[in-house]
């Protein structure tokens, strides 16, 4: 049972436009989620972060909103650049335990 | 450098024999992961440990066994692989603290014929 959904296995976009990655969670007793990048032939790395007390996190290009009441959170790329181009996985956690769930990724494309 | 390394990055093993993945932090973590991704799946999580000699089940756990000795190593051993553990594996380490993320090693790619 997924309990967190990337419905867009894909994404294409005009460099320098903005790039929406979309994530939903079934479980409401997450309190924190992530996005991690990941690059062919390398591992995850961390990208941004938000906790279930906030709804925006910005950190430079990227910014992620969480809407608990949909139980719904989006990254925002702007602008989007070439290097852009990997797969974002959507992940989420309680701060009980050590467990990640994590989407099924979406991948993006940044066209030059 | 704070890294999470694994051991091999790409094996090829016949159904049965038993292989070992290593795993192996720098960063003085307790919590250390082993995840698995396929296409269409995403990663998934067979097992995790909160420290040293405790371990615990993730959701993909048949077919696997895990160890956690000493604090920066978490070797994955599959006792008797079969066709459908051909996969992506990665090994990550976190800490306690609340709100933090997991760091990921490089992969290690496994087909079993």
């Known amino acids: 049972d997924q309990q967190v959904k990337q419905n867009s296995p894909s994404l294409s976009v005009q460099e320098g436009r903005i790039s929406i990655l979309n994530c939903d969670y079934t479980?409401?007793?997450?309190?924190?989620f992530l996005w991690y990048k990941k690059y062919p032939a390398e591992g995850p790395t961390f990208l941004i972060s938000?906790?279930?007390?906030?709804d925006k996190n910005e950190d430079g290009r990227f910014t992620v909103f969480l809407n608990k009441s949909a139980k719904h959170l989006s990254l925002h790329i702007v602008p989007s650049q070439p290097g852009d181009s990997a797969v974002y996985f959507c992940?989420?956690?309680?701060?009980?335990?050590?467990?990640?769930?994590f989407g099924t990724g979406t991948s993006l494309t940044v066209i030059p | 450098e704070a890294q999470v390394t694994q051991n091999p990055r790409y094996l090829i093993t016949v159904t049965g024999k038993k292989l070992t993945v290593t795993c192996s932090q720098n960063m003085n973590h307790e919590y250390m992961s082993w995840y698995r991704q396929d296409p269409g799946l995403g990663l998934r999580q067979i097992y995790y440990?909160?420290?040293?000699?405790?371990?615990d089940k993730g959701d993909v756990p048949e077919g696997y066994k895990v160890s956690r000795k000493e604090k920066r190593n978490f070797p994955l051993i599959l006792e008797s692989p079969s066709p459908n553990q051909t996969s992506l594996y990665f090994c990550a380490s976190s800490t306690p603290e609340l709100n933090t993320e997991a760091f990921f090693g490089q992969g290690t790619r496994l087909t079993v014929v």
């Open positions: 440990s909160m420290n040293v000699e405790v371990t």
């Open positions: 992940a989420a956690s309680r701060n009980t335990g050590n467990q990640f769930y």
């Open positions: 479980n409401s007793m997450f309190d924190y």
């Open positions: 938000i906790s279930s007390i906030k």
